[in-house]
């Protein structure tokens, strides 16, 4: 059952008009920025717990806002629906980044560029809801463009130093990429609907006429993919998530937690039918999930970067919830998202309050013993580590949990082996993270000890709020909210006991590599050598996409600047002139001004004339 | 006895080959100009000849145009001419060459 209503798009709308104060009146009134920025994003999840209550069991409510696109036969409305999935996402994204919302003022105050910064951010969160809300794919794409340009935006955000801004436009470029398997999945759909005479992106026509769909299915949903390993960083296209740590760190909770990475996930989770017509390419998502997962689980342990640890943490927390997908686990995946955008939200403001009580010192090595000197940060992040290590009855364990069961009873069992595994790097990794942060000697200097200091409430509020929900977000009963897709089945008590064993092991030893034995870490690099610093060195992915796309590109770029460009094109452009010049030059000849010699070509003309006359 | 057209006609174009000859290898510009009017003038003869041959007016009549026309044309020839010499002190036509290229 679907109710029509009319004020589904004020969600979308209110953060749109945050932009339009931010940009416009902001510059002037930063006081009014730090009520207006995170108050209308607060106002729209109001709005979303308002509209959660009024839709329909099992329906739908949507909003036909106008009708955008009519081309020939193809027609694409401006029209958001909220279901049982959109409306969890939408609860989220608004929820989450209200938080985000808050902790900024607090994280932001005194920055040059704080109504800008607010700008961008309620920007984001526009896109966000458009994407998630969005009744047609080519409205959600508009939403998907509009992620990718906040997050260029706002990676970028402190532009002055050329290392943002190159990590802004590598999310850009890199984003770029999958948006092009995107544009084309979508193409493809158009174009086998169109030959039917169904000439829409509606997702809910889409799933009426799917079986027109079946035989491209396995072709639209590997494009699809494509697109979403760009937005939700996957293998191969992840590189760009590790680099948008440059940006401020709330801006890092924003883009990990309630958006932007998501969107891929939440996009496969909405066209579950299509690819539930393609089992060879849901295959394709739950492999490249696991190896994902593994991957960027084993690089974030050797990480000193505060930021770079969470930031590998997500993209194999990503995988995680490909995997779930892969595996046709779409609750669980979706549920996964769910408590993921709490917990890393809640890890990386904990570590934004971290590093800006240490005057923006993001190296591990000079953190250490700040658990009794930041008292609420320490209490709340270690909710978030019980809850992403997956230690019961902290949320990470239900979502993951219910993936990893999926995996290992699925086509694959060896891909649930690997997410097992997965599971004791991440324990291993966050408690590595949450120990040298807050156990042991502090090895920050004197100057930095003076000045280190709990955060002002405005931003321990958020992670205290997040803490619960790290806490509790495991009850949610989301799954059975999206009504069971697929056949997902709950873990029995022995795979719990297995998991939470993993979990144990994994931040246990951190505690004795890094607390209990702190020379041993270092002793353990030294015995691994090579493949220790291939880890650390993230096992030289950006090189290797250095060398093998970036300097060819730019060797194609130079020899057709210094070579093709002005020896070929110049070259056909002045060859033209010289041809048509030397000719003229030739011609000009017969001008020689005398008189004379132009009676005799006359005469010339007339006896040729003449004769043609007689002869014929 | 009257002579026949063939002479006339003869006569004209024996004039017309002088007047183009003239054209092309005199130097002097007058001379050139003079060259053309007995051209013309050869035209004409022809013209008359073949219209008293004819029996028709119509020759003479066209001689009457081309008399007029040639009348103008030295008005402005000489004109022409005139100007020229004042500028270059010339009349040779291998030096009057500038309008080229």
């Given at each position: 059952?679907?109710?029509?209503?009319?004020?589904?798009?004020?969600?979308?709308?209110?953060?749109?008009?945050?932009?339009?104060?931010?940009?416009?009146?902001?510059?002037?009134?930063?006081?009014?920025?730090?009520?207006?920025?995170?108050?209308?994003?607060?106002?729209?999840?109001?709005?979303?717990?308002?509209?959660?209550?009024?839709?329909?069991?099992?329906?739908?409510?949507?909003?036909?806002?106008?009708?955008?696109?009519?081309?020939?036969?193809?027609r694409a409305e401006?029209?958001?629906?909220?279901?049982?999935?959109?409306?969890?996402?939408?609860?989220?994204?608004?929820?989450?980044?209200?938080?985000?919302?808050?902790?900024?003022?607090?994280?932001?105050?005194?920055?040059?560029?704080?109504?800008?910064y607010f700008a961008y951010l309620n920007l984001f969160t526009t896109a966000m809801l458009i994407l998630v809300l969005a009744d047609n794919l080519v409205l959600l794409f508009v939403g998907w463009e509009g992620v990718g340009l906040c997050s260029y935006l706002l990676i970028g955000f402190w532009y002055e130093k050329p290392e943002n801004a190159a990590a802004g436009k590598k999310a850009f470029l890199v984003n770029r990429v999958g948006d092009a398997g995107f544009?084309?999945?979508?193409?493809?759909?158009?174009?086998?609907?169109?030959?039917?005479?169904?000439?829409?992106?509606?997702?809910?026509?889409?799933?009426?006429?799917?079986?027109?769909?079946?035989?491209?299915?396995?072709?639209?949903c590997l494009l699809l993919f494509v697109g979403a390993t760009g937005k939700s960083a996957q293998l191969p296209l992840y590189v760009w998530l590790p680099d948008a740590m440059a940006g401020p760190t709330p801006v890092s909770a924003l883009i990990h937690a309630a958006t932007m990475v998501t969107a891929g996930v939440y996009m496969i989770a909405r066209l579950h039918f299509l690819y539930a017509l393609a089992p060879a390419a849901l295959a394709v998502v739950a492999v490249v999930g696991a190896l994902t997962a593994l991957f960027a689980a084993?690089?974030?342990?050797?990480?000193?970067?505060?930021?770079?640890?969470?930031?590998?943490?997500?993209?194999?927390?990503?995988?995680?919830?490909?995997?779930?997908?892969?595996?046709?686990?779409?609750?669980?995946?979706?549920?996964?998202?769910?408590?993921?955008?709490?917990?890393?939200?809640?890890?990386?403001?904990?570590?934004?309050?971290?590093?800006?009580?240490?005057?923006?010192?993001?190296?591990?090595?000079?953190?250490?013993?700040?658990?009794?000197?930041?008292?609420?940060?320490?209490?709340?992040?270690?909710?978030?580590?019980?809850?992403?290590?997956?230690?019961?009855?902290?949320?990470?364990?239900?979502?993951?949990?219910?993936?990893?069961?999926?995996a290992c009873a699925g086509a694959f069992p060896v891909l649930g082996v690997i997410g097992l595994l997965v599971a004791f790097l991440t324990a291993f990794y966050t408690g590595r993270l949450f120990c040298m942060t807050f156990f042991g000697e502090c090895r920050a200097s004197e100057d930095v000890q003076?000045?280190?200091?709990?955060?002002?409430?405005?931003?321990?509020?958020?992670?205290?709020?997040?803490?619960?929900?790290?806490?509790?977000?495991?009850?949610?009963?989301?799954?059975?909210?999206?009504?069971?897709?697929g056949?997902?089945?709950?873990?029995?008590?022995?795979?719990?006991?297995?998991?939470?064993?993993?979990?144990?092991?994994?931040?246990?030893?951190?505690?004795?590599l890094y607390v209990k034995w702190p020379g041993l870490p270092s002793l353990v690099a030294w015995r691994l050598g090579a493949f220790y610093r291939l880890v650390r060195d993230k096992f030289r992915v950006d090189e290797l996409y250095?060398?093998?796309?970036?300097?060819?590109?730019?060797?194609?770029?130079?020899?057709?600047?210094?070579?093709?460009?002005?020896?070929?094109?110049?070259?056909?452009?002045n060859g033209a002139g010289r041809v048509v010049s030397a000719t003229s030059g030739a011609w000009r000849r017969y001008q020689t001004g005398n008189v004379q010699h132009y009676a005799l070509s006359f005469l010339a003309g007339a006896l040729a004339l003449l004769g043609y006359w007689v002869t014929r | 006895m009257t002579p026949p057209l063939a002479w006339y006609l003869g006569l004209s174009a024996v004039l017309f080959a002088i007047g183009v000859l003239g054209v092309l290898i005199r130097r002097n510009v007058i001379v050139i100009f003079m060259a053309i009017e007995l051209m013309l003038n050869a035209v004409n003869l022809s013209f008359v000849a073949l219209a008293r041959s004819l029996g028709s007016m119509d020759g003479q009549v066209i001689v009457?145009?081309?008399?007029?026309?040639?009348?103008?044309?030295?008005?402005?020839?000489?004109?022409?001419?005139?100007?020229?010499?004042?500028?270059?002190?010339?009349?040779?036509?291998?030096?009057?060459?500038?309008?080229k290229w």
């Open positions: 059952m679907v109710i029509e209503t009319t004020w589904l798009g004020w969600i979308v709308a209110l953060p749109a008009l945050g932009v339009l104060f931010n940009v416009f009146v902001g510059r002037r009134a930063t006081g009014a920025v730090e009520l207006v920025g995170p108050g209308l994003v607060g106002a729209a999840f109001a709005l979303a717990v308002w509209a959660a209550l009024r839709r329909p069991e099992g329906g739908a409510l949507h909003d036909h806002v106008y009708t955008w696109i009519v081309a020939g036969p193809f401006a029209g958001l629906r909220l279901d049982a999935l959109a409306m969890v996402m939408t609860l989220v994204v608004t929820g989450v980044g209200f938080l985000i919302h808050i902790y900024s003022v607090g994280y932001m105050h005194g920055d040059q560029g704080f109504a800008r544009l084309l999945g979508l193409f493809l759909i158009v174009a086998t609907l169109g030959n039917h005479g169904i000439w829409t992106l509606d997702v809910a026509a889409l799933e009426q006429h799917r079986d027109l769909l079946r035989e491209v299915a396995p072709w639209v084993a690089v974030a342990t050797a990480q000193m970067d505060i930021k770079k640890v969470l930031a590998y943490s997500t993209v194999s927390q990503l995988g995680y919830m490909f995997l779930g997908l892969g595996v046709g686990a779409t609750g669980a995946a979706v549920f996964h998202l769910v408590t993921h955008a709490f917990f890393k939200a809640l890890l990386f403001l904990g570590a934004g309050s971290v590093i800006h009580g240490l005057g923006g010192e993001q190296d591990m090595e000079r953190m250490g013993g700040l658990g009794t000197r930041m008292r609420i940060t320490f209490v709340t992040m270690a909710a978030g580590t019980l809850a992403i290590a997956g230690v019961p009855p902290f949320s990470g364990f239900f979502s993951k949990d219910e993936i990893l069961w999926n003076h000045h280190l200091h709990e955060s002002p409430a405005v931003m321990t509020l958020p992670l205290v709020v997040l803490a619960v929900l790290a806490c509790a977000g495991g009850f949610l009963d989301v799954p059975g909210l999206l009504g069971g897709e056949h997902e089945a709950h873990a029995p008590l022995a795979f719990m006991l297995l998991a939470t064993a993993l979990a144990a092991g994994g931040l246990g030893l951190a505690w004795a250095d060398a093998a796309v970036v300097r060819p590109v730019f060797a194609l770029a130079e020899v057709s600047a210094t070579r093709i460009d002005p020896q070929l094109i110049d070259g056909a452009v | 009457f145009f081309v008399m007029t026309v040639a009348a103008a044309e030295a008005a402005v020839g000489l004109a022409i001419i005139l100007s020229m010499f004042r500028n270059r002190e010339t009349t040779n036509a291998d030096e009057l060459a500038t309008l």
